[in-house]
């Protein structure tokens, strides 16, 4: 009888403490939300590796519905090679800075990569970016603004960003890496996500980090530390806490293709289009 009567009191101890520990949850939620707003042009502490973030289009494109000039989704042939989502500096803890210099994209600086950036590091939506400092714009003012100006010292302007990012996407050829070890463009192949973890692992020396969409491969990301030089990703596959459920990569995936909606010459309206992709893909 005595432990029957002792029982409501655990009940109400344990309550309590469910309480406090989902209110320090929600606070810590909170000050890291505030923390990252406020982190916005302030000085942040040095990163500690880079990641350069490389997007399968044949995964994108296809949810693609509208066209405009300005994505590459709607070009005549479909894109059958990754291109560049951006060069990202990070931490260890899975985090990373954003937004580190009040320093606004310049087009103009960029000019003569222009042709380069085009064809390998397009925009694969239509909707503009937001930016850290000057409202929307392109996709490469969105990582040039929020990316490139954490990514001191070693590189230390709007040029070396670009130039870098394109530098290692060139040497290290992530699509000719997969066609190597016998890894293709299919839209019923299925490979086992480990021969694809391998095929890089063999051609560039450390494990990448590899984002699905139901079944398919969507980002694939290489690491580097300081000096520019393969490091092991924290993880093989998406698995950390700034990853939904949903980009999980099933035992066995896909490279697909896709038809691209042709954009017309004679429309030149862009279009925004908002997607659960386009949510995902800005938020790191």
């Excluded at 290692?168 to 699509?175: A, D, E, G, I």
Aim: net charge neutral.
């Amino acid at each position: 009888m005595a432990t029957a009567r002792k029982a409501p009191r655990m009940v109400a101890i344990w309550a309590v403490v469910v309480v406090v520990v989902a209110a320090d949850l929600f606070g810590a939620a909170v000050a890291r939300s505030a923390s990252a707003r406020h982190a916005v042009g302030k000085k942040q502490r040095e990163f500690d590796y880079f990641a350069l973030a490389l997007q399968w289009p044949g995964t994108i494109c296809a949810s693609t519905r509208h066209c405009c000039a300005i994505n590459g989704c709607c070009r005549s042939e479909p894109l059958q090679t990754f291109t560049i989502h951006g060069l990202w500096p990070d931490y260890d803890d899975g985090t990373w800075p954003a937004c580190c210099r009040h320093t606004s994209f310049d087009m103009d600086k960029i000019l003569p990569l222009k042709p380069t950036l085009e064809k390998y590091w397009p925009s694969l939506y239509c909707s503009s970016s937001s930016t850290c400092f000057s409202g929307k714009g392109p996709f490469w003012a969105h990582e040039s603004e929020k990316h490139g100006t954490c990514s001191s010292p070693v590189v230390k302007d709007e040029l070396e960003y670009f130039t870098t990012a394109l530098d290692l996407y060139f040497k290290y050829n992530v699509t000719e890496m997969l066609a190597s070890g016998g890894i293709h463009v299919s839209n019923g192949k299925q490979y086992a996500l480990t021969d694809v973890i391998d095929a890089i692992k063999c051609a560039f020396g450390a494990s990448p980090q590899i984002v699905c969409k139901k079944g398919s491969v969507e980002e694939l990301r290489l690491c580097f530390d300081k000096d520019l030089k393969p490091l092991d990703c924290l993880t093989t596959t998406a698995t950390n806490e700034n990853v939904s459920k949903k980009k999980y990569c099933p035992r066995y995936i896909t490279l697909p293709t896709y038809d691209p909606i042709v954009h017309a010459n004679s429309t030149r309206e862009i279009i925004t289009v908002e997607s659960e992709v386009y949510g995902y893909l800005y938020t790191s």
